[in-house]
């Protein structure tokens, strides 16, 4: 288990330093409306800052953003403890380093605490919403989460919808017919 919890913690750190070190370049050497165009408009750098979620949905709320996001890092933090699948351990990091990337911008930038705009800086052409490495890392975990979840991937490391039987069930009909054909003991044999 304790290898799959570094797994998740190694995950979620690099997915963590990746979005910080990135949304610092971004805003120290890119102005806000001005795009840089590396394809075109199909792949740009732009700076924005988001106060809402994903697609700019809900930017009065930013509070109600921050606590969800506290409450899905603890969620996967209590978790952990059940953790015994290195493919839930990568999808559980990819969410929480996605999520805690976001959730710093939201304590630490303007306008203020527990209020902060997200820093979103790569536009896929001009009809697709900007985002950063923290939502790309949510997405991904997202994806993988569904695919362990459709394969029946389960976080103990079990496979498949049923438990595994007991040990003390019979396998074999013909058990059965053995144990009830044995008579029970008389009160002399006793």
């Not at 590396?38 to 809402?52: D, F, H, Q, S």
């Not at 990819?94 to 790569?122: C, E, H, Q, T």
């Not at 459709?150 to 438990?163: I, P, V």
């Not at 595994?164 to 053995?178: F, G, K, L, R």
């Amino acid at each position: 288990m304790w290898r799959r919890v570094g797994v998740l913690a190694a995950v979620a750190a690099l997915v963590l330093a990746a979005d910080a070190v990135s949304k610092a370049l971004v805003v120290a050497h890119l102005h806000e409306d001005q795009p840089v165009h590396l394809i075109g408009n199909v792949l740009m750098l732009w700076l924005t800052r988001n106060p809402g979620a994903a697609f700019s949905v809900g930017t009065g709320e930013t509070v109600v953003f921050t606590v969800i996001a506290f409450g899905v890092i603890v969620y996967i933090a209590r978790t952990a403890r059940k953790l015994y699948s290195l493919g839930w351990a990568i999808a559980l990091g990819l969410l929480l380093g996605g999520a805690m990337g976001n959730l710093s911008d939201r304590i630490f930038r303007a306008p203020g605490l527990f209020r902060g705009d997200v820093v979103d800086w790569i536009a896929v052409t001009r009809f697709y919403p900007i985002f950063n490495l923290a939502d790309s890392a949510i997405v991904c975990g997202g994806i993988l989460t569904v695919i362990l979840a459709m394969r029946g991937q389960h976080l103990d490391g079990t496979r498949g919808d049923a438990a595994p039987a007991p040990a003390s069930a019979p396998s074999d009909p013909s058990d059965e017919s053995e144990q009830a054909e044995t008579p029970a003991p008389t009160d002399v044999e006793r």
